[in-house]
């Protein structure tokens, strides 16, 4: 079983950046997918960020050029680096994984998707100010 932690929300503002972090507990291995998703009130959940275990990444129009995903596997932490933050960024912002066994191919574009991961985090609060 997989346990996923988010940190490093905040409150900034406009044009200011944060890095959010998702520390991994737990068995996974394999092909995986790991991604940061966004929810913001009335609205559904989006992806925002995705790689998939051969270092593939994706990213959301919306955020192409300003947010930037990582993964330090030594620590088992995903992160997500949001620079050039706008008000519409504002939201809860989750991360989460999904695994497969090894040699199974992962198509990154469907990392995005919120019901193809099925390990999911608490989420972190991001709030951008104008």
């Known amino acids: 079983q997989v346990h996923l932690a988010e940190s490093g929300g905040g409150s900034v503002q406009a044009g200011g950046s944060l890095r959010l972090s998702c520390a991994v507990s737990?068995?996974?291995?394999?092909?995986?997918?790991m991604g940061w998703f966004r929810q913001a009130p009335g609205k559904e959940r989006e992806g925002v960020a995705a790689v998939s275990s051969d270092g593939s990444t994706t990213y959301a129009d919306s955020v192409k050029g300003r947010f930037t995903i990582s993964q330090d596997n030594t620590k088992k932490t995903l992160y997500l680096q949001m620079n050039g933050l706008k008000p519409e960024d504002t939201a809860m912002y989750y991360c989460a994984m999904n695994f497969w066994e090894r040699g199974f191919i992962v198509f990154v574009a469907e990392c995005l998707k919120p019901n193809f991961l099925d390990a999911w985090g608490q989420g972190t609060l991001v709030t951008v100010s104008s």
């Open positions: 737990g068995d996974a291995y394999g092909s995986y997918c």
